[in-house]
C-alpha cells in the first residue's frame, strides 16, 4: 500500500470554517497528489506536487490550496469550506516520475461541509 | 487535454456469468491506459495497464483489457466474475509525454455481482 496514511479519515464542518487534510507516505517519493471523488464524476486532480515546496494546480483547484514542507507530507486546505466541496478525498503517490508509473491511493478522508 | 468515458454506471452480473466494462477516451496526444478498482470503503489500486506491445494486457486475477486504436477504447473484461469483483472501476490516461504523471479519469463503472 506504499506507506500512505490519511487524516482524519471522517470529518464533518460547517460551511465557512477553514480545514486542513492531511497525507502523509513512509517511503519519500517525490510525486504526490490530491484529488477528489464524485459520484458520476468518478476521481479529479485536485493538487500535484513534484517535491518539496513545489506544487501546481490540477483540474479542481479553485478554493483548495496545498502546502508540501516536508517529502512525507501533503496537506491540502479549503480556506473556507462550501457544501459543494462536500466529497471523499484521496491522496496518492507516484512511485515514479513518468506517465508509465503506477499511482498509489490512500484510504480516503470522507468530508461532509454543512 | 484527454477525457475518458465509462458508457455504464452500474453492471448487474450473476456469480460465473461474464462482465464487460466498456472505456472509451479522446486524446490529441499518445496516451497510456490504466484500471484501477475500488472495493467497498478502500483506496484504489491498480489493476492492469497498457504502455506499449501486445495490445492485450492480463490482471492476475483474471481481468483483461484490450487497447483498441482506431476506436479509442480499453474495455475491461473477465470470463467469470466473483462475488468478491464486486467493486467500482475507474478507466484512467496519462499523456506519454506530459510531466508530473498525471491521471485522469472516467466516471467510473460499479459492478455489483449476484450469486
Known amino acids: 500500500d506504499a506507506g500512505i496514511t490519511q487524516s482524519p479519515r471522517h470529518k464533518v464542518t460547517e460551511t465557512g470554517t477553514p480545514v486542513t487534510l492531511r497525507c502523509h507516505q513512509t517511503e519519500n517519493h517525490r510525486y504526490m497528489y490530491w484529488y477528489r471523488q464524485d459520484p458520476g464524476h468518478g476521481l479529479r486532480l485536485i493538487h500535484y506536487s513534484y517535491g518539496v515546496k513545489d506544487t501546481d494546480k490540477g483540474e479542481v483547484s479553485d478554493g483548495y490550496s496545498v502546502s508540501r514542507s516536508k517529502t512525507e507530507d501533503f496537506l491540502l486546505t479549503l480556506e473556507s469550506a462550501t457544501s459543494s466541496q462536500t466529497s471523499v478525498y484521496f491522496c496518492?503517490?507516484?512511485?515514479?516520475?513518468?506517465?508509465?508509473?503506477?499511482?498509489?491511493f490512500g484510504p480516503g478522508t470522507r468530508l461532509t461541509v454543512l | 487535454a484527454q477525457s475518458v468515458t465509462q458508457l455504464d454506471s452500474q453492471v448487474p452480473v450473476f456469480e460465473e456469468a461474464p462482465v464487460e466494462l466498456r472505456c472509451n477516451y479522446s486524446s490529441s496526444v499518445s496516451v497510456y491506459l490504466f484500471w484501477y478498482v475500488q472495493y467497498p470503503n478502500q483506496g484504489l489500486q491498480l489493476l492492469l495497464k497498457y504502455l506499449s506491445g501486445s495490445t492485450l494486457v492480463e490482471s492476475i486475477n483474471g481481468f483483461e483489457a484490450e487497447f483498441n486504436k482506431s476506436q479509442t477504447s480499453f474495455h475491461l473484461r473477465k470470463p467469470s466474475v466473483h462475488i468478491s469483483d464486486t467493486a467500482e472501476y475507474f478507466c484512467?490516461?496519462?499523456?506519454?509525454?506530459?510531466?508530473?504523471?498525471?491521471?485522469?479519469f472516467g466516471g467510473g463503472t460499479r459492478v455489483l455481482v449476484k450469486p
Open positions: 484512467a490516461v496519462s499523456d506519454h509525454k506530459a510531466a508530473g504523471n498525471k491521471l485522469t
Open positions: 496518492a503517490i507516484s512511485v515514479g516520475m513518468t506517465s508509465t508509473d503506477t499511482q498509489y
